[in-house]
């Protein structure tokens, strides 16, 4: 992790290796490690070249989706009739998730590096880096960072912006990306078409995450087989990848580990464990929209895309949040439930309802006033908001809902039978 | 099969559309109406109500018809569990922060939310009555349009018509989730010559026309097909009537005119067909006065007069009138030496900048094009000045006319004008609601317009008058149907060569486009 503290033993410090370091962030301190050789290379290379090396490395989409990315790059028009745009997602807005602003903050040139990779791979020109509007500091980082390379000139014809969202949790969603990059409203558009065919602009578009692209230089500079040769289990998950601990432990952080690393020893090693006197009750393994494993899965998990399935999750963004014994699980998801009430865009019929509803149920039942059908109603909601819109935000309501009455409903009918306190929902 | 054909099942009906044709309008073809609020014909698609998801075999996910292409051997079932219980899901989300205030929202009835819940969504809701509904007071949006947040159900299809069709992008959704509503510029009106269309485009009850502000309840209207009298486009309208008054104009869709929409100038064009100071009776000259009769006794007397005219005779005729009554109007006055006029009345031009070649035009007659293509001429004043010395004057319900004549002066209109007083007899006919007939519109487009109420008193439509007239008269054919005045007219006059009263149907035929319009 190397910020705030030195990286763990068990840590493979790639890309967030000099994490930490102040110099890093400048451009003479950047190329001093190391930094825009993989960049000269691939500008030298044929972009289809650059594609079948990333196809080849089995890097995959670390925003939460996993896509293969060298399959995503692969799907712009080879023949290039209209201008081609690369986005980069900097709006990492998922709870729970503060990797890519750590990049941001310490890396800026990794990601500015990647980017143009990318951009030279699919045949893109222009690159628009959209960066959550909190991100006041890292967006400060990346405006001097680019001012830098861009005097040096190290992009060629590519041209990157730098465009600050203005707080919208939908807009890291790919599409309300594009929507808001062109002045509209951030809602997610219908696919298809999909952004490859239709993307910003409506033009050939690929949109990837910062992690991703951080990653592209060190697998042009140390080949495929190198970033295979990382992972510790499936051969579909390859690499590294960062993961942002919050909640109960005793150091929470990111940490950079191997795919197919125990979620167990990130958590009790890494992490140093629970606060004293406490234990583990439950975790999300990928940032607020995934099912919520309880603490046997949590123990059995690994963590790679496959290993977090098994467990009935997904890795998604890697945002771990970690809950102790002391965690009322109803007020969690009601907490959840409310953010992504708060930030549906609107526009679907179960997501713009159902969100708001369900939030209403459990914030009943939270101060006491629950009724036996509620939670079969929570159940059936949530099944009426799941693959039924145009994105996945009511999914990502409905996971934690469903996944947290499976498994602690226990806590649910406490407070419906009037065994539990009260709490105030505000 | 054409190679551009794809053939598809819905709910085991099989057929064959265009490609690229959306899954919901082949379901149309296979007489299946997939429940829907945001999708529209006549705009983009929007995909956000979800109420039109219907499974499709090899897929899955439930997919929403409108925006799902047709495409070769899709097997569509829009009465699969899954489906029907996405909609019925769909409608309940829908109606919690519905307020169910039916008894006193003017689209009770026509209400597409109250039919498809009646259809299929779930008897009672379990949105319980402890949790709030969504409210907001109502706004005034313009002058026609009053937004009621409360019934909204965020279809867009208000926002797309102002942003794609009027091209005027005064509305927005507003704010985020369940808190969402419809916003209007802050400094602007929803006065755009063509907003009345975001009332007709709303599925609910939300965008309301300050006009029809609880004037009917829509299970009292009679609908009648007719054709818009606002101007020479001649947009399809239907006429709303509630016990024989007309209340309300809504479009009557018709792809080749005006598609789905019509503008505001026409919408508030219909007060005057319910006017009640109309003539009711045949009046006749006698001692001095105008005094009223039978038709009898009229048509003898009338008959009487025009079969022994001779010398000049000048027709002066409104525009407004049916393209039959100005063709009989015409063989009536054949033997003469006559002249015919009208004049039209003019006003600002609005497009709607979305659908090219539909606008409020300048000329603010229907049926301007029939009548120059009958031999009736746009010099007004020559005709008024030529009347002055001619033998007979027929006026056709043209009010706007202050005559001068030594000759006899025949009035046949709806009303009669100050300035016609001096008649020697007065036939009442019935209006454009209360007859049936054709108007040619500013392209050549021969329309159809139905009868929607009865006219007043002893009114009777003017082809009937005039053929009445032209028998009595002993003038050639008299039609005893408007069918027949028609088809003795596209017999007779070249223009309409190759029409028939039947062949047009309610969405109009263009005119036989070799003749040109007489010099």
Not at chain 1, 125 to 142: D, K, L, N, Q, S
Not at chain 1, 344 to 351: G, K, L, V, W
Not at chain 1, 402 to 424: D, M, Q
Not at chain 2, 342 to 353: D, H, K, R, S
């Amino acid at each position: 992790m190397g910020y705030p503290h030195k990286p763990h033993p068990q840590e493979t410090v790639v890309l967030s290796k000099h994490f930490g370091e102040v110099e890093a962030r400048s451009y003479k301190g950047w190329v001093k490690r190391g930094g825009y050789e993989a960049l000269k290379q691939a500008l030298t290379m044929e972009p289809a070249k650059i594609t079948d090396v990333v196809k080849e490395s089995g890097l995959r989409g670390r925003g939460g989706a996993g896509f293969p990315t060298g399959l995503k790059w692969s799907f712009m028009p080879k023949e290039k009739k209209k201008p081609h745009y690369l986005c980069v997602n900097a709006d990492e807005s998922e709870p729970g998730t503060f990797k890519d602003r750590e990049i941001m903050r310490w890396t800026p040139h990794a990601l500015l590096e990647g980017t143009a990779i990318a951009a030279h791979a699919i045949q893109a020109e222009v690159a628009y880096v959209y960066i959550r509007g909190e991100f006041t500091e890292p967006c400060a980082i990346m405006e001097q960072a680019l001012g830098e390379a861009n005097a040096a000139g190290v992009f060629g014809k590519i041209k990157i912006y730098l465009h600050r969202g203005a707080g919208a949790y939908i807009c890291g969603e790919e599409t309300a990306l594009m929507n808001s990059i062109e002045g509209k409203r951030g809602n997610p558009r219908i696919k298809p078409p999909f952004p490859a065919a239709f993307g910003v602009f409506g033009m050939p578009t690929t949109i990837n995450n910062v992690e991703t692209l951080v990653a592209v230089p060190h697998i042009l500079r140390n080949g495929a087989a190198w970033y295979k040769g990382l992972s510790l289990s499936s051969p579909k998950s390859t690499g590294t990848k960062l993961f942002s601990v919050c909640g109960h432990v005793q150091r929470p952080g990111n940490y950079e580990v191997t795919m197919g690393f125990p979620l167990k020893d990130l958590l009790y090693e890494l992490c140093g464990g629970m606060p004293s006197g406490r234990t583990l009750k439950a975790c999300i393994p990928g940032g607020s929209s995934v099912p919520i494993l309880n603490r046997e899965e949590t123990e059995r998990c690994l963590l790679d895309y496959e290993g977090v399935v098994e467990q009935g999750s997904m890795l998604g963004s890697g945002g771990v949040i970690v809950f102790d014994d002391s965690v009322d699980m109803v007020y969690q998801i009601m907490r959840l439930a409310r953010f992504y009430a708060h930030e549906s865009c609107a526009q679907c019929t179960q997501c713009r309802e159902g969100t708001a509803w369900t939030t209403r149920i459990l914030e009943r039942m939270l101060a006491g006033q629950g009724k036996p059908a509620d939670l079969d109603l929570l159940l059936d909601l949530s099944e009426n908001m799941t693959g039924k819109t145009i994105c996945v935000l009511s999914d990502s309501c409905a996971a934690p809902v469903v996944s947290g009455i499976k498994k602690f409903r226990n806590e649910f009918e406490a407070y419906l039978a009037g065994k539990k306190h009260p709490v105030l929902a505000a | 099969m054409p190679d551009d054909a794809v053939q598809l099942t819905i709910d085991g009906v099989a057929v064959s559309v265009p490609k690229g044709t959306l899954v919901i309008e082949a379901a149309k073809q296979a007489g299946v109406l997939v429940p829907h609020y945001c999708y529209h014909p006549g705009l983009s698609v929007a995909g956000v109500c979800r109420m039109c998801l219907v499974e499709i075999e090899k897929q899955p996910k439930l997919a929403i018809a409108c925006a799902t292409q047709a495409a070769e051997g899709m097997v569509v079932k829009t009465q699969s569990e899954p489906a029907k219980r996405a909609r019925t899901s769909v409608l309940e989300f829908l109606l919690i922060n519905h307020p169910l205030d039916c008894p006193i929202c003017d689209q009770a009835g026509e209400c597409e939310l109250q039919d498809f819940t009646f259809q299929e969504g779930r008897p009672a809701t379990r949105y319980s009555p402890d949790y709030a509904k969504r409210f907001n007071p109502v706004e005034d949006f313009g002058p026609d349009v009053l937004y009621v947040p409360n019934r909204c159900i965020l279809c867009t299809r208000c926002v797309r018509f102002m942003e794609e069709v009027a091209k005027e992008p005064v509305l927005n959704v507003s704010e985020r989730g369940d808190r969402a509503y419809i916003g209007i510029h802050a400094e602007a009106r929803l006065d755009h010559p063509w907003a009345g269309n975001v009332v007709d485009l709303c599925p609910v009850g939300s965008l309301l026309s300050k006009d029809f502000l609880h004037k009917a309840r829509a299970w009292e209207l009679d609908k009648t097909a007719a054709v818009c009298t606002g101007c020479s486009q001649g947009c399809n309208v239907t006429l709303d009537t509630r016990e024989n008054v007309v209340v309300r104009v809504r479009p009557r869709p018709n792809l080749a005119v005006n598609r789905y929409f019509i503008c505001d100038h026409g919408r508030m064009n219909y007060r005057w067909m319910n006017r009640g100071d109309r003539v009711e009776a045949p009046l006749m000259r006698r001692d001095g006065e105008l005094r009223a009769t039978d038709w009898d006794e009229a048509l003898d007397r009338v008959g009487t007069l025009l079969r022994g005219a001779s010398g000049r005779a000048v027709a002066l005729v409104s525009p407004r009138v049916s393209t039959e009554a100005l063709f009989l109007a015409r063989e009536l006055l054949s033997g003469l030496d006559w002249m015919g006029a009208f004049q039209v009345v003019m006003g600002e031009e609005a497009p709607l900048a979305g659908i090219p070649n539909l606008a409020l035009r300048a000329e603010r007659a229907p049926n301007a094009m029939g009548a120059e293509l009958l031999g009736y001429r746009r010099d007004y004043a020559a005709a008024l000045a030529a009347a002055e010395s001619a033998a007979l004057v027929l006026v056709l319900d043209e009010p706007e006319v202050a005559v001068r004549t030594a000759g006899a002066l025949l009035y046949i209109g709806t009303v009669l004008p100050e300035g016609a007083r001096g008649a020697e007899a007065v036939l009442p006919i019935a209006n454009v609601a209360e007859e049936e007939g054709t108007f040619v519109n500013r392209d050549g487009r021969v329309q159809r317009y139905l009868q929607a109420k009865p006219p007043p008193g002893m009114a009777r439509p003017a082809w009937w008058v005039l053929s009445e007239l032209l028998a009595t008269a002993q003038r050639g054919d008299h039609p005893a149907t408007p069918a027949d005045a028609f088809d003795l007219l596209a017999a007779t006059v070249p223009a309409f060569a190759g029409l028939s009263y039947a062949s047009l149907g309610l969405g109009g035929q263009g005119l036989n486009r070799e003749v040109r319009v007489p010099a």
